[in-house]
């Protein structure tokens, strides 16, 4: 019976690992001499190679998606070309166009090469912004359980056997809203099953689970830390981009027989730049939101003029005032396991089994990579520097950029509107009263004037 139910678990763990970015399409194998510099090479090898993981769904799958999907968006998709249901699906799901394959699969997929779609890394951490596809940044439209709640149900049609993702969605939640997922307890999850050298022990006892929602972080931002994650546990490590290979089926030895991959994924990591702002700033007004940014925000945040500068300053978790949840979900005791682990040199590199609070992040390219806050919360600039006008429930709209606020663009909402029938449209809303999804905190520009946070918004257009 316990048997059983580790066996479940351990499922839900493989499918989970979701996160485990994979790659497609019989890509190089690990280490192989494939030229060009090393970030060119983990560039290839993060969407080319697909050997990671196995394959989520097929073409046909994909295909079928809208037949499941609620009206009136079935009998609109029923009228619409082939190429108008793709563009419909992408914007049900959060995916987009990959500039190096457009019409291929989408950049949140890696293809293996027999029709098959492998989730990678790109899912949580690629994106579209203003227009712009950008790797590297957060998915801010990325509706994951959405999309495996759709494949089950075609795949169902259809006769496939499910996959991990969807036998993994049926027991643990993959992310309540739109552009957030519950990655951070998958990790916890599938952490569980290892030894130090990760070897897969099937019959431990399932961990404390504390299910909630996280906003990726922009990639961009690796280059200036030493310490990985909202809470900066872990020291940065290329092994560390591995743990979202811990499905039970990789074992010790694919591991190492895939770090040199990771070595060059690093290295494209190392290598991303935040995109820029591509209006017009008002350049006296930034002027004076330089000086303000010194005086209130530099010292956790850091310095963007030259010499540049990052602190990586920890703040205490009640100093700072934004959603515990996550903080609490991980335990002294999961960050040890991690730490103590071949990932993390066996505790040689150090790390914070015990740390205070959150880690302020640095503020590259932040106009690009909202919603805000590590649990995606609020959804502009504005509302970051005016806590008491943060929306308490908010919907995206579309694709569409607010260059006022800085930010998305939503609609804003007391409750949660009655007529929202189905799960998918649920999603859609973020509702900032549900465990975890809290928008307090982070006060620090609150003895400024209008005036003030005016030119602070302008200057934090620049960075
Ligand atoms: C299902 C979504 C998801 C997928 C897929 C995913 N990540 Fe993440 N990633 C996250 C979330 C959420 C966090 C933030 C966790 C935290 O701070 O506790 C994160 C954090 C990170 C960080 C730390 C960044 C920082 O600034 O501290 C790195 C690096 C990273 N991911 C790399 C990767 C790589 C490489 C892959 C593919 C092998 C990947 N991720 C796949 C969701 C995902
Ligand atoms: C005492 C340290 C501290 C000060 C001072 C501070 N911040 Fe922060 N800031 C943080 C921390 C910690 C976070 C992360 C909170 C979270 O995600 O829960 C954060 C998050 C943010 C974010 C969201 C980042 C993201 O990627 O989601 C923005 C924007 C921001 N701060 C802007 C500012 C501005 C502007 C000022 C000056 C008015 C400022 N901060 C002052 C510590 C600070």
Request: with cysteine.
């Amino acid at each position: 019976m316990m048997r059983e139910v580790v066996k479940r678990e351990l499922w839900l763990a493989s499918l989970v690992v979701i996160q485990g970015a994979a790659w497609a399409l019989g890509g190089p194998a690990g280490g192989e001499e494939v030229g060009g510099t090393a970030a060119e090479r983990g560039w290839r090898l993060l969407t080319g190679k697909a050997e990671y993981l196995p394959p989520d769904f097929d073409q046909q799958v994909f295909e079928a998606l809208w037949e499941v999907w609620e009206e009136p968006l079935r009998e609109r998709a029923a009228r619409a070309t082939a190429a108008e249901r793709r563009q419909m699906a992408f914007e049900r799901y959060g995916l987009c166009e990959s500039p190096d394959r457009p019409g291929g699969v989408p950049l949140q997929y890696t293809n293996d090469g027999r029709g098959g779609w492998v989730i990678n890394c790109l899912a949580c951490h690629g994106g579209e912004v203003a227009g712009q596809v950008v790797p590297g940044l957060p998915n801010a439209r990325l509706a994951l359980q959405t999309l495996v709640e759709d494949v089950m149900a075609v795949k169902l049609r259809q006769g496939k056997p499910l996959a991990h993702l969807e036998r993994g969605a049926l027991l643990v939640p993959l992310g309540s809203t739109v552009g957030t997922t519950n990655a951070v307890m998958f990790g916890v999850l599938l952490m569980n099953y290892r030894d130090a050298d990760l070897n897969v022990h099937v019959n431990r006892p399932p961990p404390a689970m504390l299910h909630h929602d996280h906003d990726a972080p922009p990639l961009w931002h690796y280059r200036k830390k030493r310490r990985l994650y909202i809470d900066g546990f872990a020291p940065r490590h290329h092994r560390a981009l591995m743990q979202f290979l811990l499905i039970p089926r990789n074992g010790p030895e694919q591991f190492r027989r895939w770090e040199a991959d990771f070595r060059d994924i690093e290295a494209w990591i190392l290598s991303l730049k935040p995109p820029r702002w591509p209006w017009e700033v008002d350049a006296s007004l930034a002027e004076r939101g330089r000086d303000l940014f010194a005086r209130h925000c530099a010292e956790c945040h850091g310095s963007y003029e030259e010499p540049e500068s990052y602190p990586e300053r920890m703040v205490p978790i009640e100093e700072i005032g934004t959603d515990r949840t996550r903080y609490d979900a991980l335990s002294p005791e999961a960050r040890r396991v991690y730490l103590q682990s071949w990932f993390n040199e066996y505790g040689t590199l150090g790390g914070e089994a015990e740390p205070a609070g959150y880690v302020a992040p640095p503020l590259d390219g932040i106009w690009a990579s909202a919603p805000y806050f590590h649990n995606g919360s609020v959804p502009t600039l504005y509302h970051v520097l005016y806590p008491e006008q943060r929306p308490v429930v908010w919907e995206q709209q579309g694709r569409a950029y607010d260059r006022q606020r800085v930010g998305l663009s939503v609609a804003e909402y007391e409750e949660l509107p009655e007529d929202v029938a189905s799960p998918a449209q649920r999603r859609r809303y973020f509702d900032t009263r549900r465990a975890g999804k809290s928008r307090a905190g982070h006060p620090f520009a609150d003895g400024l004037s209008d005036e003030e946070r005016r030119a602070l918004l302008e200057y934090l257009k620049t960075l």
